[in-house]
């Protein structure tokens, strides 16, 4: 089985848009979110070794590594999404006929539902950071790929939303409501102040153009 | 030459996040509108031939007509923008010794920066539809996928407001003030409304999870 990564950006979008169950709206919003990633690494690679940006040379090295793991880390979730989709499918796709079996379907179901939604959560937590980090990228980067610290933050930040939406989409089945309640608080802390960032920071990059 | 969208993620991430010009934000953005496109067809692809949604048959039918035109734009987009920065390059490398060379060199860099705004506005064009075609997935479409109708709301979002970025950077550099103003009311009326739109759909996905 192909790593969903090593498939071409035509055959993955092929398969978004078809009637397969995955991948969907938790790979694209990795991939979202590894695009932002990815574009502050680029305004850091073309800040980098420039006389004119020595000043930020070193905070711009540290950026790099910063985004360059948070880059890792989505690209991985890209699978994580789906991998995590089938697991629950499997779930529910177990027998139910005895009340014993009902029993293990249900805790079964009810143990994946908790990492599927893990999994948007920490695609959340990273884009997030992401959109932070644009920030320094969007105030301190090369200015002639300033444009790029901006759609970074635009990514992030529709990656940021949209995985908001698979976190809540599982959370509603979990029974557990401790374990619901605690993730719906730490995505609310994680959304917290991300609209009024972006679009400041958007408004940073439009200034400079 | 591997046409862009036949490269995989892992290369175009890579390729994304280096110091090479290309692919940057163009390119990005409209990946992310040509998944926005992908996530209403698959919302579609789900909703069609299920008796349960038959009396919206024939309108997913022709919402999916659409969100495939659009991502078949946005895919040509990928490369589309790559191509006129590499044509912007070559005319600013154009000789620049003679009066004469100056004004060709000139005239070209014009030329090619018209072409340069042009991308970026078909591609917010392209998502401010993708945002209105959402609504429809959002409010009619299977509700089993309707966070992915969410996701490629703020994809499209995402995307949207990118492309704005890369429209604003070449026309500032674009001396025909009357085309510079034109191509900018297109994108002040293209953006007009869609942050309002964006939340209100994504509030209709989130209420239905």
Known sequence: MTDI?????QI???????????????SAAAIMGAQAAALISMVCNLTLGKPQYA?????????????????FSLTEMIKADIE????????????????????????????????ATTVPLQCAQACREIIELGRIAAEKGNVNVISDAGVAVMAGYGALKSAALNVYINVGSIKDKAFANEKLAELEKILSGADATTEEIYQIVKNKL
């Not at 000043?55 to 880059?71: A, H, I, N, Y």
Request: hydrophobic share 30%; charged share 30%.
């Open 12 to 26: 993955f979008l092929d398969e978004l848009a078809s009637k397969a169950p995955t991948p969907g709206g938790g």
């Open 55 to 71: 000043d930020v040379e070193s905070q711009m090295q540290t950026l790099l590594e910063k985004t360059e793991t948070l880059r």
């Open 5 to 9: 990564k090593d498939k071409s950006i």
């Open 84 to 115: 995590v989709f089938n697991r629950l499918m499997t779930t529910y796709g177990l027998p139910k006929d005895s009340d014993e079996q009902k029993n293990i379907r249900s805790e079964a179901i009810q143990t994946v539902l908790k990492e």
